[in-house]
């Protein structure tokens, strides 16, 4: 089947490759060609629509009535409407909106950034999961952040992001929480789960300028050739603009 997901998207190429790896061992170890899949803050379904096209389904939470909108729109576009249902809710108020317990994966993209509370909001997509589940945790990384305000020339930011809890660069900073690979490893290994793999995302994108990428025959491809072979190396989750990591449960298909 091909790639449902554009590969030249930088942003996801990445954690596309290791969430489709991890579907289809639950597809060979389950016997079951259809999954129930949760994206929590899902958005307009960046992953939920290409997850859908492999023909799972898809449950997508997010508390903007405008960006599930453009999910139905989406969806709809794609040919899988009947494959991914909308949701309004959020993560603290998951289990107002959907079943424990209920789903094979869940994906937490871009959520744990800005809840009150990481941990928690780590238990509740675990608690969603089936015995044999898998959950997809990708969120800001604190050595991407340090860097860029360093390579801008906001070096006072960037000290102050390196000492800061939270891992914020000042009071104008939108990011309330950033976190390390430890870190995040150690929420996921917290809540119960294994921490099966973990990947730097974004590690030279960000950094290289837009026109080398776009006029350099071929620099596109060799990009996300790069960024796939630095991702899994440790050296590299220190400077990544996000860090993923996928946690499995203790009946999951081991990656």
């Not at 939920?48 to 023909?55: H, K």
């Not at 449950?59 to 960006?67: E, I, L």
């Not at 928690?120 to 860029?148: Q, Y």
């Not at 870190?183 to 990947?199: F, S």
Request: overall charge negative; proline content about 6%.
């Amino acid at each position: 089947m091909p790639d449902p997901m554009p590969r030249a998207s930088l942003r996801t190429a990445v954690v596309w490759d290791v969430l489709r790896d991890a579907l289809d061992r639950q597809v060979k170890a389950s016997g079951r060609d259809v999954l129930d899949v949760l994206d929590t803050g899902g958005g307009s379904g960046r992953f939920a629509v290409p997850v859908a096209r492999l023909g799972h389904h898809v449950t997508v939470v997010d508390p903007s009535p405008n960006a599930l909108f453009a999910l139905e729109r989406r969806a709809a576009e794609a040919g899988v409407a009947d494959r991914v249902r909308g949701v309004q809710g959020d993560a603290h108020g998951l289990f107002d909106v959907v079943d424990r317990g209920g789903y094979d994966a869940v994906l937490c993209h871009g959520v744990l950034e800005y809840v009150d509370d990481p941990a928690e909001g780590v238990r509740n997509t675990v608690d969603a999961l089936r015995p044999d589940g898998v959950l997809s945790l990708l969120a800001a990384g604190l050595g991407g952040a340090v860097l860029a305000r360093a390579l801008a020339g906001h070096f006072t930011e960037a000290r102050h992001a390196l000492q800061d809890p939270d891992g914020r660069w000042g009071e104008g900073d939108p990011v309330p929480h950033r976190f390390t690979a430890e870190q995040l490893t150690a929420l996921v290994e917290g809540a119960g789960l294994r921490a099966a793999a973990v990947h730097g995302v974004r590690v030279f994108a960000d950094l290289v300028p837009g026109v080398l990428v776009d006029t350099e025959p071929g620099a596109l491809d060799a990009l996300l050739r790069l960024e796939a072979a630095a991702a899994e190396l440790p050296a590299f989750h220190s400077v990544a603009t996000q860090i993923h990591v996928l946690g499995e449960t203790a009946g999951a298909p081991r990656a």
